[in-house]
């Protein structure tokens, strides 16, 4: 293993060998976007944070079924420092993983993940289609109907929010503050 933090460019080409579904990888870059933001916000290491969020679901498109357990693999025989590997891992907690969040970096990944969809979904239904007039309020809104993206586990998202120690509204705010960063690739630009 090394200890070097691979570049945005290994991770993304990485991503792109295993993936070719235009949905995971803006996916990807909105986790990508929302864990630089953050990063930023805890004075961390905002390339570290990056390429975790670009490649935390790297085996998802093939492997479906041993999703989180085949990124590691494929991590550990790229070389990847250990802490990041366990990181990418930690996502999956309670889910296809038993590797639960205890950094910051892990912390935030597992709460934003699954909220960066009800976020995107959130978006795509307003008159802009776009994070870039969106307010936490909106989200919250749709948060209540369990029919809207009933694929976002709520739960997940509220266990996140307690790790971390933040009201709900706070992480959903952070949530798209980084993903307007990204707006653009990931298609929420809209036409705000």
């Given at each position: 293993?090394?200890?070097?933090?691979?570049?945005?460019?290994?991770?993304?080409?990485?991503?792109?060998?295993?993936?070719?579904?235009?949905?995971?990888?803006?996916?990807?870059?909105?986790?990508?976007?929302?864990?630089?933001?953050?990063?930023?916000?805890?004075?961390?290491?905002?390339?570290?944070?990056?390429?975790?969020?670009?490649?935390?679901?790297?085996?998802?498109?093939?492997?479906?079924?041993?999703?989180?357990?085949?990124?590691?693999?494929?991590?550990a025989q790229n070389r990847w420092?250990?802490?990041?590997?366990?990181?990418?891992?930690?996502?999956?907690?309670?889910?296809?993983?038993?590797?639960?969040?205890?950094?910051?970096?892990?912390?935030?990944?597992?709460?934003?993940?699954?909220?960066?969809?009800?976020?995107?979904?959130?978006?795509?239904?307003?008159?802009?289609?776009?994070?870039?007039?969106?307010?936490?309020?909106?989200?919250?809104?749709?948060?209540?109907?369990?029919?809207?993206?009933?694929?976002?586990?709520?739960?997940?998202?509220?266990?996140?929010?307690?790790?971390?120690?933040?009201?709900?509204?706070?992480?959903?705010?952070?949530?798209?503050?980084?993903?307007?960063?990204?707006?653009?690739?990931?298609?929420?630009?809209?036409?705000?």
């Amino acid at each position: 293993m090394s200890n070097q933090i691979p570049s945005r460019e290994t991770a993304l080409s990485l991503l792109k060998k295993y993936n070719q579904s235009d949905s995971l990888i803006k996916h990807a870059y909105a986790v990508e976007g929302v864990m630089r933001y953050m990063a930023r916000k805890y004075g961390e290491d905002e390339d570290e944070w990056g390429v975790v969020g670009l490649i935390h679901d790297l085996d998802y498109e093939q492997f479906p079924d041993q999703h989180c357990t085949k990124t590691a693999e494929i991590l550990a025989q790229n070389r990847w420092p250990e802490h990041l590997i366990r990181a990418v891992v930690s996502h999956g907690w309670g889910i296809c993983s038993d590797v639960k969040p205890e950094t910051t970096l892990e912390k935030v990944l597992y709460a934003i993940d699954e909220l960066t969809g009800l976020v995107a979904t959130s978006a795509l239904v307003r008159p802009t289609k776009s994070v870039l007039d969106m307010k936490a309020k909106s989200v919250k809104k749709k948060w209540k109907d369990k029919r809207f993206a009933a694929g976002v586990d709520r739960n997940i998202i509220q266990q996140g929010a307690d790790m971390l120690g933040v009201a709900l509204g706070d992480l959903i705010t952070d949530t798209i503050m980084g993903m307007r960063e990204v707006s653009e690739q990931i298609g929420l630009k809209g036409d705000a």
